[in-house]
């Protein structure tokens, strides 16, 4: 009568394919967890400079004139109040007034930058991101 089963060689031959794959399965599947933090990060960093320059384009585009716009810091006047944008700690900082407020967290902004090459226009750089606004009530 012959005996029926596995050997010990086909068994342990099962065993390593079984193991490369699972190995190779757990490669594949931290490479793409690792890559999905560090683009859910990116995206959320772009997400939070795109909100800031809206809300400086915004003030930009209320001013009653720019008073300042130096490569660091950007002072606008608007009606009786004085908006100011600089970055201090890694942190962009709102001053209206004497009142000041951050609008990002530290660490989030690497660089900001304002240019005004002709009157009423200002170019705002906020690390890698740019976008302009045009004081609409300008004198």
Known sequence: ?????????ELLVALALTSILLLTGTFFLLNYLKTYDRVS?????????LSVMQRMARDIRSA????SAAPGKLTLAVKSDTIAYDLRDGKVRRTVNTSSSY???SG?????????P?????????????TEAFCRNGK
């Open 1 to 9: 009568m012959k005996k029926r089963g596995f050997t010990l060689i």
């Open 41 to 49: 990060r990116e995206a959320g960093l772009a997400q939070v400079r």
């Open 64 to 67: 009653d004139r720019i008073i």
């Open 103 to 105: 609008l990002t967290e």
């Open 108 to 116: 989030q902004v690497g660089r900001l930058s304002f240019f005004s």
């Open 118 to 130: 002709s009157g009423g226009l200002v170019s705002i750089s906020l690390d890698r991101d740019s």
